[in-house]
């Protein structure tokens, strides 16, 4: 094995690693740990935000071509940001009775999301339909105490948004403002762990209504690009959008 091939399949069990931590969450919150679940879960985050520029550096499609990257990330994305968010949800009690309905249609959503043809538009620079964030609306229920009434429409309303056309910005292929959503985006995790470090109190709350600020941004830039790049395409069918590679 050449060391450019060993360096291709290192970055898969960097991907793979984010599984260790998907198993630590999920022991902690059947111990009821519930803040060092999140913890774990925020670092399968930063393995997740990272992991994709190492690919393309180390070009693992050629240097490590018995594994296939994208399946392999979409089956360790989907333990990470489907999976253990609906144990979190169901065994901290944030969700209304029947638990199980919630969660399923929750499951299913995110099932269509990951298997759809179209989920992701990388040539544009969008995910197609709600990406299953849904570690992100766990950590937000379970550190502002969110009623289960108010977590639950949120789980109803984002899973229907999966099924959808409206599209999310995929951020690692922007080409214009993905420095900001970066540096943003980082200051947004720090916030997020930090809050999840400190006892709750004044602190704790100001990070994380600080940290609300970047997911209201990420959410209105991703709305807003999306309604130009449609309007650019109705005016220009041949014209690819200039906000993405």
Avoid: C
């Avoid at 094995?1 to 998907?22: K, N, P």
């Avoid at 499951?107 to 544009?124: C, H, I, L, P, V």
Wanted: charged share 15%; hydrophobic share 50%.
């Amino acid at each position: 094995m050449t060391s450019s091939q060993a360096r291709g399949y290192l970055v898969h069990l960097y991907t793979t690693s984010a599984l260790l931590f998907a198993v630590l969450a999920i022991q902690w919150i059947l111990d009821g740990r519930y803040q060092l679940a999140l913890l774990a879960m925020a670092v399968t985050v930063l393995i997740d935000a990272t992991d994709g520029a190492l690919a393309r550096r180390h070009r693992v499609a050629q240097t490590a071509p018995r594994i296939d990257g994208p399946l392999l990330d979409n089956v360790v994305d989907f333990v990470t940001y489907v999976f253990v968010p609906v144990l979190f949800l169901m065994h901290a009690g944030l969700l209304l009775q029947p638990t199980w309905a919630f969660a399923t249609l929750l499951a299913f959503g995110s099932a269509y999301g990951f298997s759809r043809t179209t989920a992701k538009q990388s040539d544009e620079g969008f995910f197609v339909g709600f990406p299953s964030y849904w570690n992100v609306l766990v950590f937000y229920a379970y550190v502002l105490d969110l009623s289960p009434a108010l977590t639950t429409a949120w789980v109803v309303g984002l899973s229907l948004l999966t099924f959808t056309d409206v599209r999310f910005l995929y951020v690692s292929r922007m080409r214009k403002g993905r420095l900001l959503h970066l540096l943003l985006g980082g200051a947004w995790g720090v916030a997020a762990t930090v809050a999840l470090l400190v006892e709750p109190g004044p602190l704790r709350a100001a990070l994380v209504y600080a940290s609300l600020g970047y997911v209201v941004f990420y959410t209105a830039h991703s709305f807003v690009l999306d309604r130009q790049g449609r309007r650019g395409r109705r005016a220009d069918p041949t014209r690819r959008a200039d906000l993405v590679d």
